[in-house]
């Protein structure tokens, strides 16, 4: 099994991938492929500690659709989920693309998934759409998230893991304080940015959330360090 850490989204990393990744010489796919994919929060997970995941989204589609990049202005949809956890923004702006553009679209879980726990699901591929997406909420946090864009799956001979890095969306200050941190209770006011999506730097302790939510480990920042690990697993045998 490889491992890979992923700074996530690009098409130089996209086209890297799909060489690394690439059939053997012989191998024949069949048109449409299919795969487990199982997410895992990385963080820490003794009580009221870590991160919890807001209810995810995945999806299948072609080179058309991006749900987020590096140094460019999050979306409606990232931005409702980086500081709310809510899906549905992003939902209703995908859906009328399935069938065309997005072959399929996924929303596993009604509830958080906790520290050290994990949810799978199984998603299909081909030709057109070979693409895997997916986005969820750092939920104590103001704006930070995760997820993976654009990932060959089609091309993918054998399992693969990659560890996850969290996202800042740049949509509101990290400003870590009661009020405007809804997992702090007291509300869950806005304090805009009108930034762009860089890598999080983390909780840093600088107001009222504590150090244990945050995920660095040791000597690594968590700048460095992954929030989840993702697992792509074949279920089909390729053909040859």
Known sequence: MKRSTLFLSGAALVSAIALLTGCASGTQLSATRTFDITLTDLTNPAENSGQPFSPPVFITHDSS????????????????IAEAGNRAPMVSALQPLVGSSILSLQTPLSSPLLPGTSVTVR??????????????????????FGG??????FDQVGAKTYDVLGMDAGTELNSEKRGFLGALGGGNARDPENGVIRVHEGITGRA????????SNGS???SQNPVARVTITPVDVPMG
Do not use: C
């Open 220 to 222: 690594i920042p968590a």
């Open 208 to 215: 009222d959330a504590p150090l244990s939510w945050n995920w």
């Open 123 to 144: 998603v299909t591929v081909d030709a057109a759409h070979p693409y895997l997406s997916h986005a969820w909420m750092l939920g104590r946090t103001n704006d930070g």
């Open 65 to 80: 659709v991006k749900l987020f990049d590096l140094g460019q202005t999050a979306s409606n949809g990232i931005q409702n």
């Open 148 to 153: 993976q864009n654009s990932i060959n799956l």
